[in-house]
């Protein structure tokens, strides 16, 4: 099962805005579990696309930290880390970090302070390491995943708004 996350169309790396969330493979037997994983999967793929634009871009990547509500979630985070290809970082209040993000930002900008007294960086709590057997199967299925999309693309494009 493949799902593609576009429910909202697709800015990077796609730019397409009228792409649609799809779930591709369901079978009368798919169950609950299968398309919360399909879900998982989707949405690190996605990431994955975006992590290949920035890259072939020149931007170095040298390490990525799991914020917010999926910070909760180990299954996520080897989800995650096999797709990407890399170690993740969870750091203390993690679940908290795009909220705890904003105050900051609202902080520097009302009190003028500096960024380096303000944004400084929690303490690592635990890494999630790449698993190899996950991430050779990522490989095949971030493929599948791509060539959906492509497929796909010019329905997007003449489906009604």
Known sequence: MIFLPYLSGE???HNDPR??????G???????????RAV???????????QKAL?????????V????????SRLWGKILAGVLGRPLAYRAGAELGAAFGAARLARLAVTGESPAAVCAVSPVQFVIEPDARWADAYVTRLERF????????????????
């Open 146 to 161: 791509s060539s959906l999309y492509r497929s796909l693309r010019p329905e997007f494009a003449s489906a009604p708004a």
């Open 11 to 13: 800015r990077t790396p």
């Open 19 to 24: 792409a649609s969330g799809v779930f591709f």
């Open 65 to 72: 930290s799991v914020i917010g509500g999926g910070a909760r």
């Open 55 to 63: 890259l072939a871009a020149g931007t170095s990547i040298d390490d």
């Open 26 to 36: 369901l079978r009368h037997d798919t169950g609950r579990a299968q398309l919360a």
């Open 40 to 50: 998982l999967e989707g949405v690190a793929f996605g990431l994955a696309d975006g």
